[in-house]
């Protein structure tokens, strides 16, 4: 901690109620100014306009902020320090503007909530230079967004203690850049759910590497209507995932698409896109629960799996993968017609489907693995297939998503992979 808290003014809440000036409520009758370093110990009321260096909440206290806040400090180490068990709300009609590091979680617990528009007031507004939730080894920090933050330089849930980010409702954080588990041993988590919304103007990293060997874990979840944008690119390292229950997540299109590091997952149900950038998957791409579509040509040496009852939707001119697997039984893999690249599709059975336009028929070559479809006679996709009986048969039904290629049950007795 820096030379400059050596010296704080401190609340002790002896005057009255929520007004900051009052001489009565500061120890000594010191009310601090704004090159001053003020510290609060006891649950208030703050009724704004408030400004200070820097401002620390160091207890097991409850403090409300109505009205302005601004906290002059640029340390990205100080300016406002939420810690050692404090929840802090700033309540519709309040803001923080913040020059250095605002800071929840060091050394110990510290919340902060960011409230929504309430009784005619605007959704409350934070404004920061950096962000760090959970900084040191036994920081744990919440942060709960409904209203707006906005982070101009780095944000880091998870600095090396263990950070949470929860955007609900209809509320926004915005970015320059975003990283969850920012070192070795941290854990961030990133929860964007209802109709809010999460954007990155520079990257994203869900987890981290540190020369090559596992950082900080993170976890990105995406549920209701809510979206993740990233002008860049979005990163989930080893250990990490990206967990979609509905919601929207899109990589780019100024940066380099989607990669998924070895170790590293999504997986679940919803929209994802890399727009007209590559998807990089060393990891695992997995549809469950669910429609996962996903937009973007694939490449890489990890695993793409339909799961058990989902559909997996790819909006791809080019997949160069190992393979595509079927995991359980009712999968459906939505192929654009057409697509370039060699698929090997596993585990594909009775009661599976595969989903192309423009097919009619579907020929089997049993001794190559290889299935031909065609449309008037014209080949238009080669698949190859394992674990299919060599006398198997398909047949193709048309209807509203494209055409529906199937195993024919009467043919294929213990032949699902």
């Known amino acids: 901690m820096s030379s400059s808290l050596s010296n704080p003014k401190t609340f002790t809440g002896g005057g009255q109620a929520g007004v900051w000036n009052d001489p009565l409520n500061w120890a000594n009758g010191a009310v601090p100014g704004a090159t001053d370093f003020a510290r609060i110990a006891v649950s208030t009321v703050l009724n704004g306009p408030i400004e200070v260096s820097t ?19 640029l340390n990205p180490c100080e300016s406002f320090m939420d810690c050692e068990g404090a929840v802090t709300t700033f309540n519709a009609g309040s803001s923080l503007h913040d020059a250095g590091g605002f800071i929840v979680g060091i050394d110990a617990v510290g919340t902060v909530i960011v409230d929504a528009a309430s009784a005619g007031k605007a959704a409350a507004v934070v404004d920061a230079a950096v962000l760090k939730i959970g900084q040191h080894d036994d920081g744990v920090g919440t942060v709960s967004v409904a209203g707006t933050l906005n982070v101009t330089a780095g944000a880091y849930v998870g600095g090396t203690g263990e950070g949470t980010l929860n955007v609900t409702g209809s509320g926004h954080a915005n970015f320059c850049n975003l990283v969850l588990g920012n070192n070795t041993g941290a854990v961030g988590n990133v929860n964007v759910s209802g109709n809010a919304s999460v954007y990155s103007a520079g990257y994203l990293s869900v987890g981290t590497s540190q020369n090559g060997a596992p950082g900080g874990v993170g976890t990105l979840t995406i549920s209701g209507h809510a979206t993740v944008a990233c002008d860049n690119v979005i990163g989930v390292a080893s250990g990490s995932t990206i967990a979609m229950a509905g919601g929207s997540m899109v990589a780019g299109p100024d940066g380099n698409g989607l990669h998924i590091g070895q170790g590293g997952t999504i997986s679940g149900y919803g ?18 629960g669910g429609t996962l579509l996903v937009t973007g040509n694939i490449f890489g040496i990890g695993a793409v799996q339909v799961g058990s009852g989902s559909t997996l939707d790819l909006d791809a001119s080019r997949l160069t993968l190992p393979s595509i697997s079927f995991i359980g039984t009712g999968d459906t893999l939505d192929l654009v017609t057409g697509v370039l690249g060699s698929i090997t599709l596993t585990g594909f059975g009775v009661g599976d489907s595969l989903v192309m336009n423009g097919i009619d028929g579907a020929n089997w070559n049993g001794t190559a693995g290889l299935l031909t479809l065609t449309e008037g006679g014209h080949m238009m996709d080669q698949l190859h297939l394992t674990g299919i009986a060599a006398n198997a048969a398909f047949q193709v039904t048309h209807g509203s998503a494209g055409s529906v290629i199937t195993l024919m049950p009467s043919l294929t007795s213990g032949t699902h992979g």
């Open 271 to 288: 929209s994802v896109s890399a727009g007209n950038h590559s998807i990089s998957d060393n990891g695992t791409l997995a549809s469950a």
């Open 55 to 73: 401002l620390m909440l160091l207890s097991n206290e409850a403090v409300t902020v109505n009205g302005a806040l601004k906290t002059d400090s």
